[in-house]
């Protein structure tokens, strides 16, 4: 019996260290990759900055290729105004969607909506720019009529089909940081005296806290980096930003002129890339920093 054990553990060290090597591989080749591509946009980007100048180049308000004007102030308001307003939108949105899912539908009907929101994640961003542009475009057009403004892509368009798009994420993760909870957590809530919704609030969400944030960390990055669907519905001028006016995005920007540039053009749209990729940075960065003083604190 204990030749049979010994046999055994012999047998499955190999196979451990085999699978250990292949795990340090591939979070080695994870890192690499990341700094290779922060590096690869550091050189490809600052040195253009530096032509541009700094203040012109982030602080400008005129994007004009052909008068070498390259201010990419309104891109960067334009995308910081999009995703906020979409996130301020789709968190608590998805939230409410994610709890309904979990403690008030039955199985059946979660299961079902669940395949539903997923099959959504899954949509080209094309076909979202498609309806956004057939079905959200029109209903902007009249609130433009209405205040006297041309009928073009908005900034309010651009925001509601990111709404649209992240929210399937959202709320596939938030679900399943939900689900996740332990039961005896509920279970406790409710014992103390307190009501279904209070238990849900004060309890299970604050418990799945770091599920919800990771949901809510991959909108973002989903509605900052979103080009296809942001192109057929904002309008695409290089103004600074408003509502129901026409506004480029930093990647909307980037996808639109890259075919047709060269020289200081070329380098000012690698320089836009280096500033997207440092605003995405920063945001993760951000939440993971509260995510992290959140736990703490508990």
């Excluded at 949105?93 to 079902?112: E, I, N, S, Y």
């Excluded at 320089?271 to 959140?294: C, Q």
Aim: with cysteine.
């Amino acid at each position: 019996m204990e030749n049979s054990i010994v046999r055994a553990g012999k047998s499955k060290a190999p196979v451990e260290t085999v699978m250990n090597v292949i795990f340090l591989i591939c979070g080695l080749a994870a890192v690499v990759s990341v700094v290779l591509i922060s590096l690869y946009m550091v050189f490809s980007g600052a040195p253009a900055i530096a032509k541009i100048g700094p203040l012109k180049f982030l602080a400008g308000q005129i994007w004009n290729p052909e008068a070498s004007e390259f201010g990419i102030l309104p891109l960067i308001l334009a995308s910081v105004m999009a995703t906020g307003l979409a996130v301020a939108i789709a968190v608590p949105a998805a939230l409410c969607v994610a709890v309904f899912l979990t403690h008030v539908a039955d199985k059946r009907t979660a299961a079902a909506l669940l395949f539903l929101i997923e099959l959504l994640a899954g949509i080209p961003s094309v076909v979202y720019g498609l309806l956004g542009a057939i079905l959200i475009v029109p209903l902007v057009f009249k609130a433009q009529t209405a205040l006297g403004l041309p009928m073009s892509g908005s900034l309010l368009s651009a925001a509601i089909v990111l709404v649209i798009m992240i929210l399937p994420t959202i709320i596939s993760v938030s679900a399943a940081a939900i689900n996740a909870v332990p039961k005896q957590y509920n279970e406790v809530s409710l014992a103390l005296g307190s009501s279904k919704m209070q238990s849900i609030v004060h309890a299970i969400i604050p418990a799945a806290k770091s599920g919800i944030v990771s949901g809510v960390v991959l909108g973002v990055g989903r509605a900052i980096g979103e080009t296809m669907a942001v192109m057929m519905v904002a309008g695409n001028a290089p103004i600074m930003p408003e509502l129901l006016k026409p506004a480029r995005l930093l990647t909307v920007g980037i996808s639109m002129e890259w075919a047709y540039s060269s020289g200081l053009h070329r380098e000012a749209l690698y320089g836009v890339g280096l500033v997207l990729f440092a605003f995405i940075m920063v945001i993760n960065v951000l939440l993971s920093s509260i995510l992290k003083k959140g736990g703490a604190k508990r």
